[in-house]
């Protein structure tokens, strides 16, 4: 079976502070990793995957098998960032294609 | 913004009544997926399709029954079987993983039972 945890509901963070939020996974394979991002009145839509290890809007995450984490950092907060933020892992169905499990969601408010 | 849709954005039943949401997408994905959003909770797959004709039972599969007669549709029926219908519905789709894997979201309706 596979998990997902996001220990944190909700989150707030001052604007230029740091910010971390969390993302613990449970699975007997080789997990593949992504956060997903839900702005106001928008859809939801990935926003980074472990396997391209690349940065986006200043977001990084860095799989580690040893604590099975993933958790989403970014150095310097900003505004915009506000929003409600998911965990997902995949997890191998027929076929190939890969149904996620997703965590509960963190919801990170910034601060002005 | 199109994509995939979802119609309609706002759905109200009476208990007991079947209720069926739609899906649409026009990237030529093969996979597609319902899933359930309700707070706190996360989002939960209901029923997930892999191809045409052919669908497979997600985590929370009771109550709710799809078909996939079609690549671009996939509706999801909410049956008066479903003991907690009201929440939000969220329809996704997908490439296979060698064609480089993300879903994609659409939408989603808020349905209402009363």
């Known amino acids: 079976a596979q998990r997902v945890t996001q220990p944190e509901k909700l989150l707030s963070v001052f604007k230029g502070a740091p910010v971390e939020l969390k993302c613990n996974y449970s699975?007997?394979?080789?997990?593949?990793l992504f956060w997903y991002v839900q702005y106001s009145r928008q859809r939801l839509q990935l926003l980074l995957r472990h396997i391209s290890r690349e940065s986006i809007k200043g977001f990084t995450a860095d799989l580690n098998k040893g604590e099975t984490s993933f958790h989403l950092k970014k150095p310097f907060a900003q505004e915009e960032d506000s929003a409600m933020y998911y965990c997902?892992?995949?997890?191998?169905?027929?076929?190939?294609?890969?149904?996620?499990?997703f965590g509960t969601g963190t919801r990170l408010t910034i601060i002005p | 913004d199109g994509g995939i849709t979802q119609s309609p954005k706002y759905l109200f039943r009476k208990e007991g009544q079947n209720v069926t949401l739609s899906c649409e997408q026009n990237?030529?994905?093969?996979?597609m997926y319902w899933y359930r959003q309700d707070p706190g909770q996360g989002l939960r797959l209901i029923y997930y399709s892999q191809i045409v004709n052919d669908f497979q039972k997600g985590d929370i599969a009771e109550g709710y029954s799809v078909s996939r007669e079609k690549k671009e549709s996939f509706p999801l029926t909410v049956t008066s079987a479903q003991k907690n219908p009201t929440a939000f519905y969220l329809c996704?789709?997908?490439?296979?993983?060698?064609?480089?894997?993300?879903?994609?979201f659409g939408p989603g309706t808020r349905l209402t039972v009363t």
């Open positions: 990237l030529n994905h093969d996979a």
């Open positions: 699975y007997s394979g080789s997990p593949e």
């Open positions: 996704a789709s997908s490439q296979p993983k060698g064609q480089g894997y993300e879903q994609y």
């Open positions: 997902a892992l995949s997890g191998r169905a027929n076929f190939g294609n890969e149904k996620l499990t």
